[in-house]
């Protein structure tokens, strides 16, 4: 308790008598360690993080229904829609109908059949407009024209993947349709069956395949494709609590209601392609890595800055033990100053991570070609990320303090090598 | 009654051909409450010898035993608790934390004695007041003079009346009139407090108030005169 007290008066003076440049920049150092090991890593995280949020609130909700694996639509779709009326977590849901149907752009100008038709193979997704936009906001994606209303036919959405101009450099990989612009009549055609629909607007979406289809009204699919089944592809829920734990909780109350046996629920977590997941790891490793390398080069700076002021006072730590101060109350000192530096550094760090970077990159995503990049700081890593710099910096600060106050104590006194 | 006990002294630095014997067999020995001056030439030893009984440094052989201890038997933390314990120290260069005010300094012994902070100030403020520095408390040393700060550092070493003082050429990087005040105030606390000193001094004017003075030569004592 003594050594701590005087290792405590030393470190705090140390402090208090240092030059306020110097130790501006040490803790600027820190600080940029700080974000090096959140900042960056949250925003690797974020990259995929941003493309799993869109695909949750622009693809799948927050539980998706498919058609089980040996199906190919979902069981009684009625029933599962009853169900769905019941339960109150259930805040939205989108039926929808999909079919692999050809586009034809130019069947109107075409005059010379031995060139290629301006057409393109593609999935088409069977909506009732209104669900559909209460659960993925589908209206907001809307880059050109507009929105299909409930009340009218004949109109078509075309997802901007499918358009020549917004497929630069893939075009030739995936096809695309050349100058389609809302207003233009487009043939869609189904096995035989072809009808001719005008292009509503234009969707766009960093969300897995939102970008890709086309939508129309899902009684006009059906009928397009002469289908009286009204079983569906898939349906979107969108709850009220969109929290995975609430997620996992309402998938539970509808495998006790049967809904299982009749077609796959999943929650969007689990529903989540394997490449994201499998990106998010590496990112999270990456992260991780680059953090590490900033600790490495903190600990370092920590240690050089420590030794360089514990080699200038040897002198000092020499008379001090001379006059009987212990070891400990001397290397406390010095490992007090490290703890400082950290914490300053640190606080600083996380001031400006959720003060500032948090904000400011939700309100401006990083525009990424697959996702909106946000900054993903969760309050428990970066406090274990805090620990760990946090017990490297005292260890750095410690281990040159050892190194010099372990010295012989006259050699110290006199300057003399040991 | 010897306080301090110094048998065949010896004390080597280096090895082989580059071995250098500072000290060649000493005996020595030094009474309760007496005032010895140690003196000699440059390279006499005067500094080592009084390094080996102040227990900073370890002989290469002999026997030296202090207030009642056999020192060189004490492992490292032993001989820094004995030194805070038992001895207190003046160094030539006023050896003084330059962060902390002048009370700090004083009280940083006694702190690590374990005394109550508020205890230790007391009695850091009154050994101040002893050597003429009332009202410098809060002063850092940068902000006093050399004179002050050996003031100071003598204060240090007296406030938690150690057994043993030992003054290492205390006016070596001091002025006539600065000089006269530090020897002055040891002198004074000798004879005051009663306090064992052995105070090694180049100069003869200032260990004329011992109770005597032993003169090295070439690692041996040559002389010793008996003053009062």
């Known amino acids: 308790m003594r050594s701590f007290r005087i290792g405590v008066l030393l470190g705090f003076r140390q402090i208090q008598r240092a030059s306020v440049w110097t130790t501006g920049l040490i803790i600027f150092v820190m600080m940029l360690t700080f974000l090096n090991l959140i900042a960056v890593s949250g925003i690797l995280v974020g990259l995929i993080e941003g493309s799993e949020r869109a695909v949750q609130e622009k693809s799948l909700g927050d539980i998706i229904i498919t058609a089980l694996d040996d199906e190919d639509q979902i069981l009684q779709t009625e029933t599962i829609r009853r169900t769905l009326d019941t339960l109150p977590e259930v805040a939205s849901y989108s039926i929808r109908y999909q079919q692999g149907v050809q586009i034809v752009a130019n069947y109107k100008t075409r005059r010379d059949f031995s060139t290629e038709p301006n057409s393109i193979g593609t999935q088409a997704v069977g909506i009732d407009p209104a669900a559909e936009n209460r659960v993925t906001a589908l209206a907001e994606n809307i880059v050109e024209g507009e929105y299909l209303n409930p009340d009218e036919s004949g109109y078509i959405l075309i997802g901007a993947l499918n358009l020549d101009r917004y497929t630069a450099g893939f075009a030739d990989i995936t096809g695309s349709l050349k100058d389609v612009y809302p207003g233009d009549s487009v043939r869609v055609t189904i096995g035989n069956a072809s009808r001719e629909f005008t292009v509503k607007g234009i969707i766009n979406a960093k969300a897995g395949g939102v970008a890709s289809f086309v939508y129309l009204p899902e009684k006009e699919l059906r009928r397009l494709n002469n289908s009286v089944s009204r079983d569906a592809s898939e349906i979107a829920i969108r709850l009220a609590d969109t929290r995975p734990a609430t997620a996992l909780a309402v998938k539970s109350v509808l495998e006790d209601q049967g809904v299982d046996s009749l077609a796959k629920v999943r929650t969007f977590q689990e529903a989540l392609p394997k490449f994201i997941t499998d990106i998010k790891q590496t990112f999270n490793i990456l992260g991780t890595f680059i953090g590490a390398v900033g600790i490495i080069v903190a600990s370092i700076t920590i240690f050089i800055i420590i030794f360089i002021n514990a080699i200038s006072r040897r002198q000092q730590i020499g008379i001090l033990k001379g006059i009987g101060i212990d070891r400990k109350a001397i290397e406390i000192a010095y490992v007090l100053q490290s703890a400082f530096y950290a914490l300053s550094g640190s606080l600083l760090g996380a001031l400006i991570t959720y003060g500032v970077l948090i904000g400011y990159f939700d309100r401006n995503p990083i525009d990424f070609p697959f996702s909106d990049g946000i900054l993903v700081a969760e309050p428990l890593g970066t406090l274990y990320r805090f620990l760990v710099l946090f017990v490297i910096t005292l260890f750095a600060g410690f281990v040159p303090a050892w190194i010099i106050v372990r010295q012989n104590t006259l050699n110290s006194i006199l300057g003399r090598k040991d | ?228």
């Open chain 2, 1 to 228: 009654m010897n306080i301090i006990e110094a048998k065949n002294i010896t004390r080597s630095f280096g090895t082989g051909d580059l071995k250098t014997n500072v000290l060649k067999g000493i005996d020595f020995s030094v009474a309760a409450g007496e005032f010895v001056a140690i003196m000699g030439k440059s390279g006499a030893g005067k500094s080592t010898l009084m390094y080996q009984l102040s227990v900073l440094d370890e002989p290469t052989s002999g026997e030296i035993s202090v207030n009642g201890t056999d020192i060189i038997a004490l492992s490292e933390n032993e001989r820094t608790n004995f030194r805070l314990n038992t001895l207190g120290y003046v160094f030539q260069n006023y050896a003084l934390v330059p962060d902390l005010s002048a009370e700090e300094n004083v009280m940083l012994p006694l702190l690590m004695r374990n005394y109550d902070w508020q205890v230790a100030k007391q009695m850091a403020r009154a050994a101040i007041d002893g050597v003429g520095l009332a009202g410098k408390y809060t002063n850092l040393p940068a902000e006093l003079s050399g004179g002050e700060q050996q003031r100071v550092s003598i204060a240090r070493a007296v406030a938690g009346k150690p057994k043993i003082l030992f003054v290492d050429e205390p006016t070596a990087n001091l002025d006539t009139v600065s000089g006269t005040l530090v020897i002055d105030l040891i002198t004074r606390v000798n004879k005051e407090e009663g306090q064992t000193i052995v105070m090694v001094t180049h100069e003869r004017e200032y260990a004329l108030g011992c109770n005597r003075i032993v003169y090295l030569e070439d690692g041996l004592i040559t002389k010793t005169e008996t003053l009062i």
